[in-house]
Each structure stands twice: as structure tokens, then as C-alpha cells.
Nanobody, 120 residues
Framework: VQLQASGGGLVQAGGSLRLSCAASGSTFSSDDMGWYRQAPGKLRELIAAISNGGETDLRDSLKGRFTISRDNAKNTVYLQMNSLKPEDTAVYYC???????????????WGQGTQVTVSS
């Protein structure tokens, strides 16, 4: 499965972006998917997950601003980001997920991420 994230760019604080992650292969509808981000000098972190059944989970600090969704017909998962802040500046990646106990773990190789830069 190959993943291609897109939709990043430069935006002013308070603006919005919608990221897309297109997945190749025929297993997408049965895959749990997630969005990660990696800010400069920081570790990559999971920020949003969506199960194959459509259940979503967001990092608490992002609830109310970010939304994850999926379109199985298009093999695509989305991340809608509103009210962006400079601290949201990062490279955003998508990946398949697997459940490990109470946690999500990335499954598979990382594709190229998409850069999001939020100016103040």
C-alpha cells in the first residue's frame, strides 16, 4: 500500500487547510487510518485516527479544530484543519494503523508527508 499526502501549504493563523491522503491498493476500506505530524525538533505524533467503521479519535488539544474523515470510494482519508495556529506548523503524514492494546501503532512504511506552515 502506498500513501500520498497532499494539501499542505502556507496559511495565516486562523486559516484552514484540508489535507488528503490517497491510498493505493484494495484494502483501504478495511484499514484503520491515521494522521501524524512532526514539528521541527520534535517526535512524530499521532493526532487523529479513524477506524474502518468510521469511528474517530482526536488528540484532545485538537478537538474542536481538526476533523478526520474518510471516503472509501476514493481510497482517501482527510484531515480538515480550522483555526490554525503557528504551533500547528509541521510535516503531516498519514499511515495505516493497527490497534495494540489501548494504543494505535503505525503499520507500514511512511510516505512523503505534506508541509503545513502557519504564520502568525
Amino acid at each position: 500500500v502506498q500513501l500520498q499526502a497532499s494539501g499542505g501549504g502556507l496559511v495565516q493563523a486562523g486559516g484552514s487547510l484540508r489535507l488528503s491522503c490517497a491510498a493505493s491498493g484494495s484494502t483501504f476500506s478495511s484499514d484503520d487510518m491515521g494522521w501524524y505530524r512532526q514539528a521541527p525538533g520534535k517526535l512524530r505524533e499521532l493526532i487523529a485516527a479513524i477506524s474502518n467503521g468510521g469511528e474517530t479519535d482526536l488528540r484532545d488539544s485538537l478537538k474542536g479544530r481538526f476533523t478526520i474523515s474518510r471516503d472509501n470510494a476514493k481510497n482517501t482519508v482527510y484531515l480538515q484543519m480550522n483555526s490554525l495556529k503557528p504551533e500547528d506548523t509541521a510535516v503531516y503524514y498519514c499511515n495505516r494503523l493497527r490497534r495494540v492494546g489501548n494504543y494505535w501503532s503505525p503499520l507500514g512504511s511512511w510516505g512523503q508527508g505534506t508541509q503545513v506552515t502557519v504564520s502568525s
